[in-house]
């Protein structure tokens, strides 16, 4: 996912010297997963190209790349939504996290430095007590931190594209359901049980953490984005 350019309110976005089609799905993508473009919200091209003072063309480009992503769809005759995310895509996503990350926390067991392991484990408990006063930010970081460094110690390109090619869609979910300490507790707890394996050198025990972690993750999305009437 590309690095959203620095924008204040609606409307205020400058373009810079990136590929436009790279900048505006940056934007786009960042407006549908912050929640700044609801689900179900209807996006019209028109008003988008004239918001940034562009043509239809990067704008129909970027959005074919969102349809591709899942973060919109495209109804015949009625135009282009921001998806309302089904049980089928929640479960999808974290049946594809549970394979990918299996493996890379397999192989990060073996390979990833115990200092930086160390660390992560450190940022995880210090995230868990802010979030304990209120503050959430750090445990989303934190939380975002541990599996990308997880799939980016196997070395392995194609699977941190696969990794990455979802992320947005985690993004979102994670922004769409309710946000509550005994969710991050829960989460935190996962992440350490992974990390104390990991610095173990116990690949069994971290990959069936791992595997825990991503099913509790699942559980817990669709019942939060039930309890917003979110999810279809």
Not at 190 to 212: G, K, N, P, S, Y
Request: charge should be negative; glycine fraction near 6%; include cysteine.
């Amino acid at each position: 996912m590309a690095t959203p350019p620095a924008r204040g309110r609606r409307g205020a976005t400058t373009l810079s010297v990136e590929p436009l089609s790279e900048q505006l799905y940056a934007i786009l993508c960042e407006r549908i997963t912050s929640g700044d473009y609801a689900p179900g919200s209807r996006l019209d091209p028109q008003a988008i190209a004239t918001e940034f003072g562009v043509s239809r063309t990067p704008v129909r480009d970027t959005l074919v790349r969102l349809e591709h992503d899942r973060l919109v769809e495209t109804r015949p005759r009625s135009g282009t939504f921001v998806t309302r995310p089904s049980r089928q895509d929640v479960h999808e996503v974290c049946q594809l996290r549970k394979g990918l990350e299996w493996l890379a926390t397999g192989v990060a067991a073996a390979e990833m430095p115990l200092e930086q392991i160390a660390d992560l484990r450190e940022e995880a408990v210090a995230a868990l007590r802010s979030a304990e006063q209120g503050d959430y930010e750090p445990f989303f970081a934190s939380d975002t931190r541990i599996h990308n460094e997880i799939t980016a110690s196997t070395g392995n390109s194609r699977l941190i594209t696969a990794r990455e090619s979802v992320e947005p869609f985690v993004y979102w979910l994670r922004v769409l359901g309710a946000t509550g300490p005994h969710r991050l507790a829960g989460s935190t707890q996962r992440h350490l049980e992974i990390l104390d394996a990991m610095a173990a050198r116990d690949t069994a025990a971290a990959q069936e953490a791992a595997a825990v972690h991503l099913a509790e993750v699942e559980e817990w999305t669709l019942a939060d984005m039930a309890s917003h009437d979110i999810v279809t």
